[in-house]
T-cell receptor, first 113, second 116 residues
Framework: AQSVAQPEDQVNVAEGNPLTVKCTYS??????LFWYVQYPNRGLQFLLK??????LVKGSYGFEAEFNKSQTSFHLKKPSALVSDSALYFC???????????FGKGTRLHILP | SAVISQKPSRDICQRGTSLTIQCQVD?????MFWYRQQPGQSLTLIAT?????????ESGFVIDKFPISRPNLTFSTLTVSNMSPEDSSIYLC?????????????FGEGSWLTVV
């Protein structure tokens, strides 16, 4: 069965420092991978996705994610964190188009001023 | 992307009552999804709503508890029936707008229900 793991419940980063939010997946074949962000009292917003091609995917708000097939990872990154990046981040995986999308449990990102 | 409007945005409901959540999309979509996000938890898919057919429910969710309507390609409703405090959650409507392979699911702002 497909699954996605976010090993950190919370990540704290000082403003201006680079940030990484980790995600690993367990899916056979070539999955589709996604990152979503949930700001306080809001719904989920799509950040970026990987389907095929370049392993480095760029998304909204300066975020990017690197697909690593050998390590089955899709870590979210940003070169310089902003306080406004503080939110709950969800990684998601889909085995094939029209399959269900499975969400990780989420990682709470705190950017410290 | 898609503009997805949900109503109500928040509500406090009495135990034993039912509440219907509406989801309106700004353009026609084939697939609409309803998710639940319990406090401090991740998202769980309740059902997939396709126009012109009955909704497809995930394991652990049944039509009697969560009846869904999909009368056209831009609208859907989810009813939470006979509510208990365990139903206190965010209920999220979402649509599939994925070009070029790979679904991209866009979400509404959610309906935040508290059952007392």
């Amino acid at each position: 069965a497909q699954s996605v793991a976010q090993p950190e419940d919370q990540v704290n980063v000082a403003e201006g420092n680079p940030l990484t939010v980790k995600c690993t997946y367990s899916v056979s074949g070539n999955p589709y991978l996604f990152w979503y962000v949930q700001y306080p009292n809001r719904g989920l917003q799509f950040l970026l996705k990987y389907i095929t091609g370049d392993n480095l995917v760029k998304g909204s708000y300066g975020f990017e994610a690197e697909f690593n097939k050998s390590q089955t990872s899709f870590h979210l990154k940003k070169p310089s964190a902003l306080v406004s990046d503080s939110a709950l981040y969800f990684c998601a995986v889909e085995k094939n188009r029209d399959d269900k999308i499975i969400f990780g449990k989420g990682t709470r990102l705190h950017i410290l001023p | 992307s898609a503009v997805i409007s949900q109503k109500p945005s928040r509500d406090i409901c009495q135990r034993g009552t039912s509440l219907t959540i509406q989801c309106q999309v700004d353009s026609q979509v084939t697939m609409m999804f309803w998710y639940r996000q319990q406090p401090g938890q991740s998202l769980t898919l309740i059902a997939t709503a396709n126009q012109g057919s009955e909704a497809t429910y995930e394991s652990g969710f049944v039509i009697d508890k969560f009846p869904i309507s999909r009368p056209n390609l831009t609208f859907s409703t989810l009813t939470v029936s006979n509510m208990s405090p365990e139903d206190s959650s965010i209920y999220l409507c979402s649509v599939d707008r994925g070009p070029n392979g790979g679904n991209t699911i866009y979400f509404g702002e959610g309906s935040w229900l508290t059952v007392v």
